[in-house]
């Protein structure tokens, strides 16, 4: 398993940006798939962007794309999610999560962060 802590939520006004963190232990295999989902209060936790470690190939929820970019600086085991025009439909708890390829896709995120909250307002 893979350790996940994330940092740099915040509180940002509407059309500000924020830049969020997640660092993974150092000692574990380096996952196939990593990602950034949300969760809001009685909603599902949503998928916002998952970067492939290997090929660096990236992909976006509707929502977010061109707002939100998701990036990964493997000597320093940390992933990163660049968040651009943020709009108070943004607010949640933002996870980092890990996951192994099944296949060609990403298998079942099985490793989490603690979250941390953005809100927008």
């Known amino acids: 398993h893979v350790q996940l802590v994330e940092s740099g939520g915040g509180s940002v006004q509407p059309g500000g940006s924020l830049s969020l963190s997640c660092v993974a232990s150092?000692?574990?295999?380096?996952?196939?798939?990593m990602a950034w989902f949300r969760q809001t209060p009685g909603r599902v936790r949503q998928g916002v962007a998952v970067i492939y470690t290997g090929g660096g190939s990236t992909y976006y929820a509707d929502s977010v794309k061109g707002r939100f970019t998701i990036s990964l600086d493997n000597a320093k085991n940390t992933l990163f999610l660049q968040m651009n025009s943020l709009q108070p439909e943004d607010t949640a708890i933002y996870y980092c999560?890990?996951?192994?390829?099944?296949?060609?896709?990403?298998?079942?995120?099985?490793?989490w962060g603690q979250g941390t909250q953005v809100t927008v307002s």
């Open positions: 999560a890990a996951a192994r390829l099944l296949g060609a896709v990403c298998g079942e995120f099985r490793d």
């Open positions: 150092a000692h574990a295999t380096r996952p196939s798939c």
